[in-house]
C-alpha cells in the first residue's frame, strides 16, 4: 500500500464524516461542493479497494479448491 493512500477504515470513515457535515445544511455552498468532489473520490476508492478485496478472496478460494 502506498503511504499517502489510507486505508479502507480511514477512508470510509472520512467519506461518514462528509456525509454528516453535508447533510447538516449547515455548511456554504462553496464548501459543500468541495465536500461533495472528495466524498466522490472516496467512494471511488473504497470501491477500487472492495475490489481488490473480493479478488483476492475469490483467488483464495480457487488455490484452496485445488
Known amino acids: ?10 477512508a470510509y470513515k472520512q467519506l461518514t464524516e462528509i ?6 445544511g449547515e455548511m456554504p455552498l462553496s464548501d459543500s461542493i468541495a465536500a461533495y468532489e472528495q466524498g466522490v473520490k472516496l467512494k471511488a476508492y473504497c470501491e477500487q479497494l472492495l475490489k481488490e478485496a473480493e ?5 483464495l478460494k480457487v488455490s484452496s479448491a485445488d
Open 55 to 59: 479478488l483476492k478472496i475469490e483467488t
Open 1 to 10: 500500500m502506498e503511504e499517502n493512500k489510507p486505508s479502507f477504515e480511514e
Open 19 to 24: 456525509v454528516q457535515k453535508m447533510e447538516s
